[in-house]
């Protein structure tokens, strides 16, 4: 091999999208970078390059007949945070190709806006704006008959991935109970965050604020519905910050249309909402357009952590920051590619 | 003496409001509880009781002579939490009785209520929820153009007392570089913050969000102005917490009409505010009744700190929950009452 | 007046110990200083300085008389750090005269020592380094059979003033169940510190740890004896950090010479210790000669929290890193004068 | 497959050692158990129980043609902690079984220990101690004339993996300024911890206190030598808490022998270490004979994560506490097997 080749394929991704210049100064000193982002990366293209390709950003398709055309190829880096089915993955690890994707890159700005939106969904704060603008606003004790401190209060979260850890470390000066469900978890790493494992019904009948992280799987879509939202206190809140298929969405309308509880969405079932969707109107229901995730700061830390590891992998050293597909887990895996761009 | 009379004269308050039922029985356990919250105590009653009372709860007038005729009262206990000009402060110490006052009580839900705030205008939540009823909204990384991540930001607070280290404690997870300026405080205790010790122009010029926690004193009214505000770098939070006087209020309202800043505000200079008030139709604007402070548990920690201090003022030992009244710095102070009930 | 004298009599300390130069230069800034610190100042220095004198710095003795010879004294600043007979404490309050000391300056290095001597005393370190050097050492599990972990073990604290604040902040990641026994304090102050209020005998009984911070009064002299050992648990760690008084001392030294618990001590009935003190040969115990406090840290902190509040004293401020004395408690300290250089 | 062997071959290891009751019984709930504790499984028992067997536990010889008779293995789990040459680490990862080892179960009791270690180098208690017993103690400010603060001093890290995360974050509450030397991770992992990453050569000249937990590789043998110890600022404090090989032992001693740093360690190049060996007699050395990772607790913690792991591996899960043996890396890696029992 007389080059070294990096396919950078990155649809829906762009590489100004994710790398800042000095990240991208050090992808260049990695090897020859070869970029197709106005369209995917044609197959001739691909093909061409394979046999002296080194590293692969984004999600170019690789099945087992590409994986043997590329005998140099260390790893494969998803540059879209969800695996999907376009790579053999137990080809690639018996080949001993990395593929790996920085999926915790969005989970610092979603921790934040959720914490930021269970302190207003406690205390009322857009409610509360929302009616002084209405010229309906209460002063002092009379307008926090339905609010509650958050400081204190029990907490439970659904899923235990990055966002959950993030957001639980968000939380810590504000003292709460905090009750864990994630059946892909041991209870040694709940209860190593200083909180309690516990089961689905626990969580949402025990915790005045539930947070829902968890992914989407063949096994879990819908798993949040109408029996599970009557378990929960009146007066609760519901926050559902990862994919709108954990919950039966009607269900979850409901519950917060009878005023049983209080929620903020930050995901819907089809996006872009229509724009005649009756849930744009419900008063207990605080509204985000799956914005969440999307500041310039996740995108760049798409880019370095997919960098930082590529570094490593060359070195033959294993990757420290991003994700590893595990071809038995990655099956389960159904997250339908959402483009946050 | 043959009673132990405790004297109760809590309005604005009433006993319900400032103490559960576990307190008020800690409060009958020192003494007989003689109440009046319907009307001020009257002063025949007051001048009655005062040759057997051992404490007072409220803002009972306390000039030099009633202090004379109250020779076994050990403490005044205000419990609107701002001292007034209702007491002969330097007559008060001179005869050793404590005069106290939980001034801390509303500090936690305000701070809580700040962080929240904060990461709204940072993140823009309200404002989002607004556009998305309106149909309006946009998705992703396009929702985002004018967000930026409280995480790691500059922070500057103006003040910091009971109010300023509550936040600071909570934003401890949010690794923020924290400028703080306070004239009452020696470097010291900032630094022992982690903070920075700032002068006002650089908390304001450095800082990607400001919020004021500050008292109004006699001398710091209206301090921060036009060319305060036109030191703050466009697209930056201010947020207003405690005193609307601190502030000139229409360079503030200015500053955030023009797009300069953005802004939170639970104070008015007159309140309640007028229908009319063009204040409710700014949209950089968050708008909140004077509602972050008038919490539940606020105003039953005003009890539970009250009794506590009264309890250890009986046995001879210092109060450590309320503030002293300082002759020489309550002058100072020209808080006008508000009520927050 | 037209001069504005600073008297520093600072026996048994001298400024160099107490002040850095960056510190002398801010004394310097707020008066002529006059200093007397190869002995005590005469009586006719102070005399006819005092008309003239704003702040003491030190341990002049300061009787009613004094005072009225002092009209423009705003400050008596002790910088031994304990309250003595030398001043009348209520005539000072009566004239306005603030009597204050840096009593924490101690705090954070005996902290961080007793910090190093609990994990010693759970973990063995220099017992372990004694056996290795008599060739008697273990290894590995063997090492370990009367070895406990610090992290996750219960800690009891006795005393909760500024030396057990700090020891508090520093095992937080230890995530220890921490029980305080103070009878000056509320169970509010113990609460926040995320710690549980406790009677002596619970401390004792149900702590693995048990450190004493407490300082001694005239009401709790050898307040820990023989029963109060023997409800320690075996094997459990007694550390006893503040002053001799409040153990009875043979009593202790008899719980640890038994086995019955392994201890560590930084302060003796009679210092320096006698060279044939049966105390230097009992293997259960950490020796320390009085020596935690004392470093060259702990002394400039005296100092410049001394000036810091001199500071906020002149320009009409309450002090804020002293501590006040309270006419009431004072006369119930007993610490006897303790040289620490 | 009728049965379900679980089978166990944990020595130097033994099931009681690393199993508490209570997980022994998860494990007897996950298959049919068969434990050789007293000896090395023999082969024909190995090699009879292989075709059904789906979990081994131990340090049994796994090579290719061995995998191939166990057509239902799902893990491989090395009690040993550390992964040896006994398997075929790229048949293993082939076919799909997991080889992983609970490493980090050591961690937290050797950082523990290191910061007792850390704070008594600094503050001089076991050299105190040794003085007292000897009759020639300092009192106060005297005593303290070679010591150093912890709190707020440079602290630097050589190896950053499970034990120096564990000692990152038992200082925080010290505010150290951390500088991490290690070239197996990207800055962005030391960035996140709060330190900063720095070279070798940094981490030692920069540093009062450099605590070394890095391993051992076929790279880094004796990588810390003369050059380097002579770099260290005088007076400042070295901790070898993880492996004897990574330093030139002599110039260490050297180091400490001349009075140029103060050190502790608590591993040696020959254990156990002879009679007669000078490294006894070496004032400033705080002597630890390989036990600071070797607690109860610690045993049992390579249990509890074996069998948590081996649920979720049975359940189609990735395990998530264990490290995975990665077949590129595990050579690198050459521990000689250390038996801490």
Chains 1, 2, 3, 4 share one sequence.
Not at 85 to 99: E, I, K, L, M, W
Not at 141 to 165: C, P, W
Not at 328 to 335: D, G, I, M, N, Y
Request: overall charge negative; glycine content about 6%; hydrophobic content about 45%.
């Amino acid at each position: 091999m007389t080059r070294r080749i990096i396919l950078v394929d990155p649809l829906p991704r762009t590489l100004d999208l994710i790398m800042t210049p000095d990240v991208r100064r050090r992808l260049e000193r990695m090897g020859e970078v070869v970029v197709s982002e106005d369209r995917t990366m044609p197959d001739e293209v691909v093909e061409r390059l394979l046999p002296e390709t080194v590293l692969i950003f984004g999600q170019t398709a690789m099945d087992r007949a590409r994986l043997e055309c590329a005998p140099h190829l260390k790893a494969i880096i998803n540059v879209e945070t969800n695996f999907l089915p376009n790579v053999d993955y137990q080809a690639a690890q018996d080949r001993g190709v990395h593929v790996i994707t920085p999926a915790s890159a969005f989970a610092a700005p979603v921790a934040e806006a959720a914490l930021g939106m269970a302190i207003d969904l406690a205390r009322g704060i857009t409610k509360a704006d929302r009616l002084f603008r209405d010229g309906r606003e209460s002063y002092g004790l009379a307008a926090n008959r339905e609010t509650f401190r958050f400081m204190g209060s029990s907490v439970g979260l659904i899923g235990f991935g990055d966002l959950g850890r993030q957001f639980r470390e968000l939380i810590c000066p504000f003292r709460n109970t905090v009750r864990i469900f994630d059946p892909w978890l041991p209870a040694e790493v709940i209860e190593r965050a200083e909180a309690i494992p516990a089961s689905l019904d626990e969580v949402l009948s025990e915790s005045r604020t539930v947070a829902v992280f968890a992914g989407v799987t063949s096994e879990n879509q819908n798993f949040i519905g109408a029996r599970e939202f009557a378990l929960m206190q009146p007066g609760s809140s519901f926050l559902l910050m990862s994919r709108a298929g954990v919950v039966d969405f009607p269900a979850f309308l409901d519950a917060v249309r009878s005023g049983h509880i209080r929620a903020a969405t930050d995901v819907f079932p089809e996006e872009p909402v229509a724009a005649d969707d009756p849930v744009r109107q419900i008063p207990g229901l605080l509204l985000s357009a799956h914005r969440t995730g999307g500041t310039s700061d996740a995108f760049h830390a798409i880019g370095a952590m997919a960098v930082a590891d590529a570094e490593l992998i060359l070195r033959g050293l294993p990757p420290v920051l991003c994700r590893r597909a595990d071809p038995a887990t990655a099956a389960r895996l159904r997250s339908k590619p959402v483009d946050l761009s």
